[in-house]
């Protein structure tokens, strides 16, 4: 029998522990989530207080709360379950309505008795737990719509908090998202703001630098299909609205603006919108259970494949050591870690690439190169035409080749031996100036050869010229042979001198002309003088006579020089002196050639009119000289200009539509195509009007007043679209009753007394008397008594209490307990 006690009570505590243990104890091990830091940005204007949509009466911003607060439970939830604080995620709110401050609260301001939203951090990042997760519900909660709707204030506060996590280095590793919602276009009052769109689009372009943009709309409009304008005309809000809403997301990761949003990213799905409660809680659920399951991505292996594709394919040409450290390296990678490891898998391709780079080469066999280098210094290099080629290959040796160079070495071998096969014996002899200047290379001598005194190049001693080559007492002319012999080692060839004699008179010396100064129209040709030799005196020199030319008056030049006088208008020619051919002297210093200038074909310049002359397709300016027709600047109508004169107005300014005016052409032609005046629109001029069509609201009590849109006195359009209105002080509402107020309890003796009063003023609206009491003691005592009776029973019917929830699983327990109990007891009595 104890036998079965002890098993009976280990099935019950088990049934116990394992219905007080929570589910997700069974759940698969799951890599660590990673951490997140969520900057969300919600839209507190005013029309979140109003509807999701016509057909959903839910208000927005109730979804905007709950949905909020449905993020922070989930958050808290999976925060509660991780110890490291640098692997929770984190949340922080920012709320955008109107102007912006850099405070951090949920601060309001006051502009033209109007209460606003600002556009601000409300609680700067928030790591939500179970503990603590209210904290941040409050603040969510605390939200209460007024304003406009700059989201490019919130998305400058977004990236602000975005560089804060980017900065934070305890938050290396987290993944930084941005959740923008709002519901509605983006404005600075009513209207969609091109500039406020294209801001926030522009500054959330610099965010997913860093970090993922999701956007999600509450509005009529909201349709994630449309991502631009189609077809002609201007676009539509809808078009605007969602392209910008796509910009604003992380679908176009380099939009500009909303009409230009450039590449959307491949299979990309960051704007979402809704149109009803039931689909906006759906999609936050989503979004949310999508970001609680992000996960450590593994580390990047792509270095370590690289460094990895670098060991090179034959191994065998390294020393030992050098291959066994590359070896080694290679075993300590391990290739299950993830991105928060990436510095060691880093670490493993820098230790990989540091031992191929350390891989060191066998060295080369230098031995040919030893014995050619021996051979050479065994050589007299005095006794060779050129020894520098046989020294210049010695220095070409290179001792540092390794094993696979070995080619190279042998080459190098290669060449001393060649240059020492190619040398030539020969003996040497030089030239002598013997006084005179310059340089002549010693020439090329073969031993037991003839050789021909060359022509010589060195330049004669002042007032000398060139005699002869001398070879010891012999004097040789050039072209003369001889040949020399060992004996004539180191012998000079010296040049011989003798003086010139300048007493020739010839124009043409050796082919060359003698010429000193040509003759000119004034002056004859001088020659210098030469000597028997041949050479040409540079000071002596004689003239020839009757060779100087005279002028010749053919030649026009068009230059002020020789002008002679110049057309004063497009019908007169300019006329000029003939300038003689070969000196450039001009005719007007001639006395004897006065007749000799021409009419040249130019004339002078056109006079045209400063006024535009036009016909109904062309402009230009005429010349104003009688006579001439020639126009300037000619050229079709350009209607480019745009003059806001009141000859050119189509039409006027409205309350929201700017001036129009027709281009203009330079000339002043009026075109057919307009352009609106920038700043021109007149704005809405706004009066109080009591009509009951522009009634706002009507007085709820006595202290209320009636209230009224304001209307514009221009195009009769209400202030309704920036919720502008005035109250009637003459109006006021009706007083609110409130039920009989006892004043005065009636007795036998004595009426009582009772009022009605106003609950809002407290003006006493009603009196009336209570009659005297009539003489029933016998009757309330049996009142009273039967009341005592029913509140006894009703108090005994109180007594039952509990909750039947969730009952069915300790039930199920109890059934299965019982049910083993049955069982043990059973097998006692079956034995």
């Known amino acids: 029998m104890k036998i079965y006690k002890k098993v009976i009570a280990c099935i019950l505590t088990l049934m116990m522990f394992f219905a007080q243990m929570p ?11 990673i951490p997140l830091d969520i900057v969300l940005v919600l839209d507190v204007s005013g029309s979140m207080e109003d509807p999701i949509t016509s057909t959903d009466s839910t208000k ?19 925060n509660s379950k991780i110890n490291q604080v640098n692997k929770q995620s984190r949340i922080s709110i920012i709320k955008f309505a109107g102007d912006k401050s850099d ?14 939203n600002y556009t601000q951090i409300m609680n700067d990042f928030f790591t939500a737990t179970n503990e603590n997760k209210e904290q941040l519900k409050d603040v969510v909660n605390s939200i209460s719509p007024a304003g406009a709707t700059r989201s490019d204030y919130a998305m400058e506060l977004a990236l602000k908090q975005i560089e804060q996590s980017k900065n934070d280095e305890s938050r290396k590793y987290a993944k930084r998202i941005v959740f923008f919602v709002t519901d509605g276009q983006p404005t600075t009052l009513s209207n969609f703001d091109d500039d406020v769109a294209n801001k926030a689009i522009t500054t959330s372009k610099e965010i997913k630098k860093d970090a993922e943009v ?44 909303y009409k230009n949003l450039g590449t959307r990213a491949e299979n990309s799905a960051y704007y979402m919108g809704a149109k009803s409660s039931n689909e906006a809680k759906a999609i936050f659920n989503s979004v949310l259970n999508k970001l609680l399951s992000m996960t450590y991505a593994g580390a990047d292996y792509t270095k370590v494949t690289e460094a990895k594709k670098r060991i090179p394919s034959d191994l065998t040409l390294y020393t030992d050591e050098t291959v066994q450290a590359l070896e080694d390296a290679l075993k300590d990678v391990k290739y299950d870690l993830d991105i928060t490891q990436q510095d060691t898998v880093y670490g493993y391709a820098d230790a990989i690439n540091k031992a191929i780079n350390q891989l060191k080469y066998k060295a080369a066999d230098y031995t040919e190169v030893d014995k050619a280098i021996e051979k050479a210094n065994t050589l007299n290099k005095d006794n060779y035409k050129d020894f520098s080629k046989v020294e210049d290959a010695i220095k070409t040796v290179v001792r540092s080749k ?22 030539v014996f020969q003996l040497k002899i030089k030239y002598g100036s013997n006084g005179g200047t ?18 010589c190049e060195y330049v004669a001693p002042n007032g000398k010229h060139f005699k002869g080559w001398q070879v010891d007492n012999t004097v040789y002319k050039v072209g003369d042979k001889r040949v020399f012999t060992k004996d004539d080692q180191n012998k000079e060839i010296k040049a011989v001198w003798e003086e010139h004699t300048f007493d020739q008179k010839l124009k043409e010396v050796n082919g060359v002309s003698t010429l000193k100064d040509k003759a000119t129209c004034t002056t004859n040709a001088i020659y210098y003088k030469s000597c028997a030799c041949g050479q040409v005196s540079t000071t002596e020199t004689f003239e020839d006579k009757d060779t100087k030319l005279g002028h010749e008056y053919t030649k026009q030049i068009k230059d002020a020089k020789y002008l002679k006088s110049q057309g004063s208008n497009c019908q007169e020619h300019d006329v000029y002196w003939y300038a003689c051919s070969r000196c450039d002297v001009s005719a007007k210093d001639d006395e004897n050639a006065q007749d000799k200038y021409y009419e040249s074909a130019e004339v002078g310049n056109h006079v045209f009119s400063k006024d535009w002359h036009k016909d109904s397709n062309n402009h230009w300016h005429s010349c104003t000289v009688p006579g001439c027709n020639e126009v300037s600047n000619k050229g079709n109508h350009v209607y480019d200009q745009e003059v806001e004169s009141s000859e050119y107005l189509a039409t006027p300014a409205t309350c929201m539509t700017p001036a129009r005016y027709y281009k203009s052409c330079i000339c002043g032609a009026k075109g057919t195509e307009v352009f609106a005046a920038t700043g021109t629109h007149l704005g809405h001029a706004y009066i109080e009007v009591k009509n009951p069509q522009f009634l706002r609201e009507k007085a709820t009590n006595c202290k209320e007043h009636d209230t009224y849109w304001y209307v514009c006195s221009r195009c009769g359009k209400t202030s309704k679209t920036i919720n502008k209105y005035y109250e ?3 109006s006021k509402g009706e007083h609110i009753s409130s039920d009989w107020i006892i004043d005065q309890q009636s007795t036998v003796a004595k009426e009582g007394s009772k009022h009605k009063e106003c609950t809002v003023c407290k003006e006493v609206l009603e009196t009336e008397k209570i009659a005297k009491l009539e003489n029933v003691k016998t009757e309330t005592k049996k009142e009273e008594t039967a009341s005592k009776k029913e509140t006894k029973v009703e108090s005994k019917k109180a007594v039952t209490t509990g909750d039947n929830t969730n009952s ?23 034995r």
């Open 214 to 257: 999701y956007t999600f709309g509450m509005f009529s409009l909201t349709d994630p299909s449309i991502t631009g304008h189609v077809g002609s005309g201007s676009w539509s809000d809808a078009e605007k609205f969602n392209a910008y809403m796509h910009g604003v997301s992380s679908n176009y990761s380099d939009a500009q603006s």
């Open 402 to 423: 390794n094993i696979t160079e070995q080619d190279e070495v042998d080459a190098m071998a290669k060449a001393i031996n060649d240059a020492i096969d190619a040398l």
């Open 103 to 116: 405070k951090v609260g949920n601060d309001t301001y006051t502009e033209n008795r109007y209460k606003y």
């Open 438 to 455: 310059g340089t002549m290379a010693n020439p090329t001598v073969e031993l037991d050869k003839e050789f021909t005194f060359p022509k």
């Open 808 to 830: 069915i699983v300790p039930m199920a327990l109890l059934g299965i307990s019982l049910l083993g109990i049955y069982i043990i007891v059973m097998k006692k009595y079956v």
């Open 728 to 730: 009637d002080k003459d």
């Open 60 to 78: 927005r911003i109730a979804i905007l709360k709950d949905s909020i607060n449905q993020f922070i439970e989930g958050f808290a939830e999976n």
């Open 23 to 33: 589910v997700n104890v069974f759940a698969a091990n799951q890599k660590n989530n």
